[in-house]
Structures are given as structure tokens and as C-alpha cells.
């Protein structure tokens, strides 16, 4: 039993690249969250699904996209990476509350 | 807004040393939770606390949540090393029971 499991652990972009981050979890769980955690800001909703084939927006959904294709994966997509989205990346999971997290995800965007 | 205001920001001590650390809102919750992140790691939950005035114990740290429920506290007895690391608290978000509110956190540090 993994729990929540997210890929890549780190990554460096340059400013207008894209990229997708997985999030899996193995708790059959109906929600799943993408949050970014910036130091001072606090966990921020990025975006979130309340079940498969279904997504939110959250607090900061500006320049992510997101897809629930399948009930257990997660996927948050940066079409155009900009230096503001240099930040660590959680993924979480929930049947109901709490929240199960996975490790995060750094990103760097130069 | 539900806001969660977590106090202090930042919280160096000693090993053995006591420790309270404050989590308040002016809005009322149905529950709340705290949440500790180690570095490099996601928040791990530590308890929820339901009803206003309930205290729960997990080992040497002791959680209350206060009689309106607008606000919580931990307390930890003999700090450790291994304690160090960021408490959040969270409360149940816009009436849904499944998205959160995140206050910014206690950045823990506990030195041998």
C-alpha cells in the first residue's frame, strides 16, 4: 500500500516549457487535490476532483490544468512554465477528510 | 474568507523544553486538524478534534480545541528532536467537508 505517490521528485524547466505531474494514490479515494506550498503563502488549492472524469478549480488555478482520467491518477499540467511557478507540488487524496499527502514535488522554472 | 492564523511563525527551543503552539480563526468549524511536515515531506495528519472543548493526547503532545471552536492548540511536553518540523492546522472549507483551509504553519525547530 503506497498511499499517495507523485512523479517527478524534482525538475528544472526554462521559462515556456510545459510539463505533467503524476499523482497515484492506491486508497481508492473519490477526491484528489493538487496544492503548492510557497514559503510565507502557506498550502494553496491549486486545482481539485471530486471523482473521476471530474475537476475544480481551486484558490490558484491560473496556469495549470488538470485532468482525472482515471479514478486513482491526478495529472497537473503547466502549458507555458513561468518563474512564478517555482514552488513545491503536493498532490492529496481523500474519501472524505482528512487529507492524505504525497512527497511533493520541487519545481524550478529558470 | 476563513482565515487560520497559526502563531508563532517560527519557534527555535531546546530539547526537553515545553512548547504551545496557536492556531485561531473568527469563523466557527465543524472540526479541525493538525497536520505535521517534516522537510523534504508531505503533512501527515496528527488528529482531528470534533467537539468544542475536546482534548485528545497523542503521547507528549496534547491538542484542544476551544469551547466555540473558532480556535486550537498544541502543546508539547519534553520537546524532542524528531518533533521538529512545520504544524499546520486545516478546518473543513466553505461548508464542504472534504476541501480545506490551511493556516501558514509553526516552523518547529528543536535543537539537541
Redesign the interface.
Known sequence: NAGVTQTPKFRVLKTGQSMTLLCAQDMNHEYMYWYRQDPGMGLRLIHYSVGEGTTAKGEVPDGYNVSRLKKQNFLLGLESAAPSQTSVYFCASSSSSPQFFGPGTRLTVL | TQLLEQSPQFLSIQEGENLTVYCNSSSVFS?L?W?RQEP??????LV?VVTGGEVKKLKRLTFQFGDARKDSSLHITAAQPGDTGLY?C?A?KGGS????T????TLLTVNP
Not at chain 2, 467537508?97 to 480545506?100: A, H, I, P, R
Not at chain 2, 490551511?102 to 504553519?105: L, P, T, V
Open positions: 472540526s486538524q497536520y523534504g515531506e508531505g503533512p501527515v495528519l482531528t499546520l486545516a473543513p467537508n472534504y476541501k480545506l490551511f493556516g501558514k504553519g
